[in-house]
């Protein structure tokens, strides 16, 4: 029996950590052959910029403090490259390598000699610290394991915009409202669940970051609502859309039931009787299965 393919972000995922790991290893074997020609090439490279030459140094002992540094960041992708998904929470801990050497850079670069290897050396690691965290993102985005978390949000956000008892006599939790809108979001786009996971983590946890309140799922219902309002009074444009767009999609899917056109005043037999005696009868019939 054949094995499933590999979904494409997985394959691209290994093979971006297959190319670290490869560039790593090529770097780290660079530095300990060439230490004293890496720094001139960097130097050469930074003066027609006018940056001033870092130093030569025959002391050899932080360059073995560097290769070791190297085999350890090589590994590191390699083994994150051989399971992406498996192995992401290795993914953090490379990135916190790259940060500290590129802040470090960045640092010596101010603090102690404007060389452009310091410069240099800040911005790729930085790149690089980024990209792994990146990936990270990624695969928690568009991991399975939290498909239980976010219903649990969504439920509560739909019920928030729509509780039972409020303007129409059911809410969104008398529904499968929340089913509804999964579907939706899985239709629109591949990455359609990835975006809803991190729309919902972002109504979750702003009202701690902008309400300096609990996180939205632990709060009451009054208190929910309390907090969709403040998203959408915000100052923020991005709070505003973000909430306007969770509302405009939660309320179409909610308005397409029939037990909510009487609160909203849509009177399905007049509109049909309307089509079927139209210029284009036929083909609503068709549609309408009239």
Excluded at 30 to 57: M, Q
Excluded at 125 to 147: F, I, R
Excluded at 225 to 241: D, F, K, N, P
Aim: hydrophobic share 50%; with cysteine; aromatic share 8%.
């Amino acid at each position: 029996m054949r094995a499933a393919p590999m979904p494409a972000l997985d394959r691209l995922l290994r093979l971006l950590f297959s190319a670290l790991a490869a560039a790593f290893a090529v770097t780290g074997l660079l530095f300990f052959c060439f230490p004293d020609a890496t720094v001139a090439t960097l130097n050469a490279a930074g003066r027609p910029l006018g940056f001033p030459p870092a130093p030569a140094s025959p002391l050899r002992f932080w360059l073995s403090l560097a290769v070791a540094y190297m085999v350890l960041v090589t590994l590191l992708a390699a083994a994150i490259a051989r399971d992406p998904r498996g192995r992401a929470h290795l993914m953090p801990i490379l990135a916190a390598g790259k940060a500290t050497s590129s802040l470090t850079c960045a640092g010596y670069f101010v603090a102690s000699s404007p060389a452009f290897i310091y410069l240099a050396n800040a911005l790729v690691d930085g790149t690089l610290a980024l990209t792994a965290l990146g990936a990270y993102g990624l695969v928690w985005a568009t991991s399975e394991t939290g498909a239980a978390r976010d219903r649990e949000l969504l439920k509560a956000v739909l019920d928030a915009l729509v509780p039972r008892g409020g303007a129409f006599p059911i809410g969104a939790a008398d529904t499968d409202l929340d089913e509804t809108l999964a579907r939706y979001f899985a239709r629109l786009h591949p990455l359609g669940p990835a975006g809803l996971r991190v729309l919902l983590r972002a109504i979750e946890y702003g009202t701690v970051v902008f309400e300096r309140t609990r996180p939205f799922s632990r709060l009451d219902p009054a208190a929910r609502e309390r907090a969709l309002a403040a998203w959408e009074t915000s100052r923020l444009g991005l709070r505003r859309q973000l909430v306007a767009s969770v509302k405009l999609l939660g309320l179409l899917h909610f308005y397409e039931r029939p037990e909510t056109w009487p609160g909203i005043g849509y009177d399905d037999g007049h509109l049909r009787r309307k089509l079927l005696a139209g210029p284009n009868a036929a083909a609503h019939a068709a549609r309408l299965g009239a």
